[in-house]
């Protein structure tokens, strides 16, 4: 293999480097298709029973495994950047995700938590993309305090995902580039 194969080089042709991110982006299109699908078809309405409280505690708690997880991921891979872009493809809908299933099951235990009723799924994902793109259009609003409450969490954790989410998944991509051109230092070496 020559130096110009390798997706390890620096000094990829430009198709090769187009095949490369064209990849990158297929998987990360692919793990966001999946994860909308999975919202759409997972049967939620068994979770009714489950009080909203464990919900709040079980969702985080997802959303951190999968985050740690793809950290270590891009530790580990051999190539941080695209492994950081199918991190950020995964961890970005899943949260969003995370909170409309919330808005879901809210709506469906307590009809009155929000202004437009009933909600669907839909709806739900609609409302969470205008709370965390701060568009709020207002036809979908929050009535009840646990929905302004929830509504006020995601608007504070937007702000902490779009700030220290992307700079921690940048800096995982980092270390990881700065590992990998360690190790090829060290077989350089002998």
Do not use: C
């Not at 990158?24 to 299109?29: D, E, N, S, W």
């Not at 950290?71 to 580990?76: E, N, V, Y």
């Not at 006020?152 to 580039?177: C, E």
Request: no cysteine; glycine share 4%.
């Amino acid at each position: 293999m020559t130096d110009t194969d390798s997706t390890d080089n620096t000094e990829m042709t430009r198709a090769a480097r187009r095949r490369f991110i064209l990849r990158g982006l297929l998987r990360a299109l692919i793990m966001t298709i999946i994860l909308v699908t999975v919202y759409f078809l997972a049967p939620l309405s068994w979770i009714d029973g489950v009080p909203v409280a464990v919900v709040f505690v079980l969702a985080p708690l997802v959303l951190v495994a999968v985050s740690w997880w793809q950290i270590r991921a891009i530790l580990r891979s051999q190539h941080p950047g695209r492994r950081g872009i199918v991190a950020l493809a995964v961890i970005a809908p899943l949260y969003l995700l995370l909170f409309a299933a919330t808005y879901f099951l809210m709506a469906l235990a307590d009809p009155a938590s929000f202004s437009t009723d009933p909600l669907s799924r839909v709806d739900t994902l609609y409302f969470t993309v205008t709370v965390f793109s701060t568009v709020g259009f207002g036809d979908i609003s929050p009535a009840s305090e646990t929905a302004r409450s929830v509504a006020m969490i995601q608007m504070i954790l937007n702000l902490v995902v779009l700030g220290a989410g992307v700079r921690l998944l940048s800096a995982a991509v980092r270390r990881g580039r700065e590992a990998k051109d360690v190790d090829a230092d060290e077989e350089n070496a002998a």
